[in-house]
């Protein structure tokens, strides 16, 4: 009897040092350590003549929305997403697509030829609704020529006013043929952003509430990015959330193994933070508060794992851990219309990431 006694209270005391966090510490422990990124960003057409053109972006469809030859007037696609901070350095760690194009080099570069295309569009309807005014300037002018009605004052500016319709009309037929000149092939279409993050818990009103950030190391692939803080500092009191050697979900320790044989284990939920739907569902009298989801892991997959936490766009690069507050994931997707799965990146490909931007190794697409 005092055999079993003493070894029940050896397995308790097993249980009790694996170090499962309740849900509540869990939410509260690393609410401070997550951040709302926010992306403003257009494109730039530089053309082969060496004149350049702008557009916001491109809708659901992936035709090209807010095209223009002004870059002041050019609209700002805004974006948003979750990310985490990793060091005290600033560094934040979200998803590739939240900080950078969605668009691959290769969709892109067809966009130069729709843009050409959508721009003679435009000064070919242009061209066509001057010439419909072109002919009734040129009725009015030839009535105030031959009609005692009209004053010499009155002449003049009715032919001053037909000539500059004229005028504007064989500019839009010279940009019509300049444009039929330009050769795609040679011309490129740059990525112009800028990324910043709100904290959890403050106020945001408007774009004065974000911090600048710059984007440090891109993973393509796997849909990872390290941006950081412009003045390289983790704000005091945030949390930092350990990126760890080895993978959570596959790696348990002697009392983690027993604690799981016993039904305590780390990995049996799954938690996340984000800010589902961006500050639109954030915003709360007291500032914007990021969402606490929990769910359990339904696939695993060699780069990927599947679990049932509920996700919105807005949630994308938030933090996954366990009941142990271990870092296991980085999410990234929904896969249904409902929301109820969704799909987190490996933690080992981060590992990799932050191995690689230490080592000071450039980026690669094709990481």
Avoid: W
């Amino acid at each position: 009897m005092k055999r079993i006694l003493f070894y029940l209270t050896f397995v308790a005391a097993l249980i009790t040092s694996c170090g499962n966090k309740s849900e509540s510490s869990i939410e509260k422990e690393m609410a401070s350590g997550v951040v709302l990124i926010q992306n403003q960003s257009y494109y730039e057409v530089e053309l082969s003549n060496g004149e350049s053109l702008y557009f916001a972006g491109f809708d659901e469809d992936g035709d090209i929305v807010g095209l223009t030859a002004d870059k002041d007037s050019v609209s700002l696609s805004n974006g948003f997403g979750t990310g985490f901070f990793v060091s005290e350095n600033g560094e934040i760690v979200t998803n590739a697509h939240v900080v950078s194009s969605t668009r691959t080099e290769k969709d892109i570069n067809k966009s130069i030829a729709a843009v050409i295309e959508s721009v003679k569009k435009q000064v070919a309807e242009q061209y066509y609704a001057l010439g419909e005014k072109l002919e009734q300037a040129q009725a009015l002018y030839n009535e105030a020529n031959y009609s005692d009605a009209y004053s010499m004052d009155d002449f003049n500016r009715i032919r001053e006013y037909r000539d500059a319709i004229q005028s504007q009309r064989e500019e839009y037929a010279d940009t019509y043929n300049g444009l039929s000149d330009i050769r795609p092939s040679e011309s490129e279409v740059r990525y112009h952003n800028r990324v910043s993050i709100a904290y959890n818990n403050t106020f945001v009103t408007s774009n004065s509430d974000f911090s600048s950030c710059v984007v440090l190391k891109v993973d393509h692939e796997h849909d990872l990015a390290v941006i950081q803080l412009k003045d390289k500092k983790t704000p005091e009191g945030k949390y930092i959330f350990e990126v760890p050697d080895d993978d959570p979900l596959e790696d348990y320790s002697f009392t983690e193994s027993i604690a799981k044989f016993f039904g305590s284990d780390k990995n049996d939920k799954l938690f996340l933070t984000g800010f589902n739907r961006g500050p639109s569902l954030a915003q709360t009298k007291d500032g914007i508060k990021a969402q606490f989801n929990m769910g359990t892991v339904s696939q695993r997959a060699s780069d990927q794992i599947m679990y049932s936490i509920p996700a919105l766009p807005g949630s994308s690069g938030s933090a996954v851990v366990n009941h142990k507050g271990q870092l296991v994931a980085i999410n990234y997707a929904g896969v249904s219309t409902t929301q109820s799965f969704n799909y987190g990146i490996r933690v080992k490909y981060l590992k990799s990431l932050m191995k690689n931007l230490a080592s000071g190794m450039d980026d690669d697409d094709d990481f």
